[in-house]
């Protein structure tokens, strides 16, 4: 069965600081992976996928993800952070055939401070 | 792109009454649509799937006689939360496989039951 792990719950940064948010998987093909921004009482808002090809996946608001398979890690970074990317942020993944749903890991908090 | 409209955005409903979640694919077919649940502050958890024409297939825990799903059209899912109580106050969100994006995700509704 398909499982995302992620390690930290609540992450705080500075403003202008980088930012890795850690996720880690378990699936035995190959995976389609996903980051999720979700702001306080909103949905979900999709940053970036991996389906296949490139393993350095660039998404939107200035995120990128790196798949690596050796390490069943699928982590999101990004440069410099702004106040206005406080949120909580999931990384999920699914199949890659198929009817099957995704998988979501527990979540990530990130708080940014001045 | 895919688009799954989700209605109504939040609803409050009296505790005993039922309440009806629609899901609809706007410009493609959803043979299959994925029911979530999230409780505040707290991950996304599947609570079912339903297939056009056939019954859904509920995860355990999940009370199928409580959470009735309808998947009468490759178009139209809906969930109804039949005897609402408080504790069923929650972010319900579905989700479909699209052609091209993978996940299509609907906007969300935010039951509160008094």
């Known amino acids: 069965a398909q499982s995302v792990t992620q390690p930290d719950i609540h992450i705080t940064v500075s403003e202008g600081a980088s930012l890795e948010l850690r996720c880690n998987y378990s699936?035995?093909?190959?995976?389609?992976l996903f980051w999720y921004v979700q702001s306080p009482g909103q949905g979900l808002q999709l940053l970036l996928k991996?389906?296949?090809?490139?393993?350095l996946v660039q998404g939107i608001k200035g995120f990128e993800a790196e798949f690596k398979r050796s390490q069943s890690s699928f982590n999101l970074r990004k440069p410099s952070v702004h106040w206005s990317d406080a949120a909580e942020y999931f990384c999920?993944?699914?199949?890659?055939?198929?009817?099957?749903?995704?998988?979501f890991g527990k979540g990530t908090r990130l708080s940014v401070i001045a | 792109g895919a688009v799954v409209s989700q209605h109504p955005s939040w609803v409050i409903c009296k505790s005993g009454t039922s309440v009806k979640i629609e899901c609809r694919s706007l410009?493609?077919?959803?043979?299959?649509m994925f029911w979530y649940r999230q409780f505040p502050k707290q991950s996304l958890m599947l609570m079912a799937t339903s297939n056009e024409g056939s019954k859904a297939t509920y995860e355990q825990g999940v009370e199928k006689d409580k959470f009735l799903i309808n998947h009468a059209s490759l178009t139209l899912s809906t969930l109804t939360v039949t005897s609402a109580h408080p504790e069923d106050s929650s972010f319900y969100i579905c989700s479909a496989r699209d052609p091209q994006y993978g996940y299509t995700f609907g906007s969300g509704t935010r039951l509160t039951v008094v």
């Open positions: 991996y389906f296949s090809g490139d393993t």
């Open positions: 699936y035995g093909a190959t995976p389609y």
């Open positions: 999920a993944v699914g199949q890659n055939s198929g009817n099957t749903p995704l998988v």
């Open positions: 410009d493609f077919q959803a043979t299959t």
